[in-house]
């Protein structure tokens, strides 16, 4: 009861994000205090994804924080804008101050299709390329490390190119995609590569999705 109503002053649907960082901002104050080499670190996920305004909560300097994003759906453009502006908000502010990860989902669209929603028959989404544009901007932003929750039946090659950023950012991601189809399928390397290019492009273009679901899905968040 005591946390539920703390932070009356904020609204309804972003209260929780401060009373979870306040709790976390707590224990890391706390264990600072028993040694001040202790980390704390916590997740910004989902309702807690957003950047709580310093002015009214200040984090700890022992607190990291890990980013939960889904760009497995970055596809989408109202997903993309809520949670890319999230991430934007913790690289802007925090970056210079304190370790930021990523967790990342690369789960789409079996996930959905099999465990939530209980259909077989679905496009199979691919984005590698993509992959590689989304890992090179954590590389840039300062991003410490992350974790990666992957379906590898679907999205072993998109989990592969961002772990390979991670041990060196410099690296050249369309080479290594390239060297990925010619190590693995051999004579048939140049048309799988056309298969997943065209997959992706098919993916990342809103055009290819209905307007009403375009529109409306996930509205709240915008």
């Known amino acids: 009861d005591k946390c539920k109503n703390s932070f009356s002053n904020i609204d309804l649907e972003h209260r929780y994000n401060y009373i979870h960082f306040d709790l976390a901002n707590r224990i890391a104050e706390a264990a600072a205090k028993r040694n001040p080499g202790i980390g704390i670190a916590t997740l910004a ?3 807690t994804l957003g950047y709580p305004d310093p002015k ?3 984090l700890q300097p022992n607190l990291a924080v890990q980013m939960c994003l889904g760009i497995h759906s970055w596809a989408h453009p109202f997903v993309y804008s809520w949670q890319h502006k999230a991430y934007k908000d913790w690289i802007d502010n925090e970056a210079a101050k304190r370790p930021l990860f990523v967790w ?3 789960l789409e669209p079996y996930d959905d299709a099999m465990r ?3 259909y077989g ?3 199979p989404a691919l984005y590698p390329w993509r992959a590689a544009r989304i890992y090179k901007e954590f590389a840039r932003d300062g991003v410490r490390g992350c974790f990666i929750e992957v379906n590898p039946v679907f999205h072993l090659l998109e989990a592969y190119v961002a772990l390979k950023m991670c041990f060196d950012p410099s690296i050249d991601t369309d ?3 390239d060297e990925y189809f010619e190590l693995y399928y051999g004579a048939a390397a140049g048309p799988m590569r056309r298969f ?3 997959l992706e492009d ?3 273009n809103p055009k290819n999705y209905p307007e009403p679901e375009m529109r409306t899905l996930f509205q709240n968040k915008i």
């Open 45 to 47: 996920y989902d309702d």
């Open 56 to 58: 009214i909560l200040k």
């Open 104 to 106: 990342t989902y690369m």
């Open 116 to 118: 939530l929603y209980k």
């Open 121 to 123: 028959a679905f496009f």
């Open 175 to 177: 080479r290594l995609i």
């Open 196 to 198: 997943y290019k065209t």
């Open 202 to 204: 098919i993916t990342w």
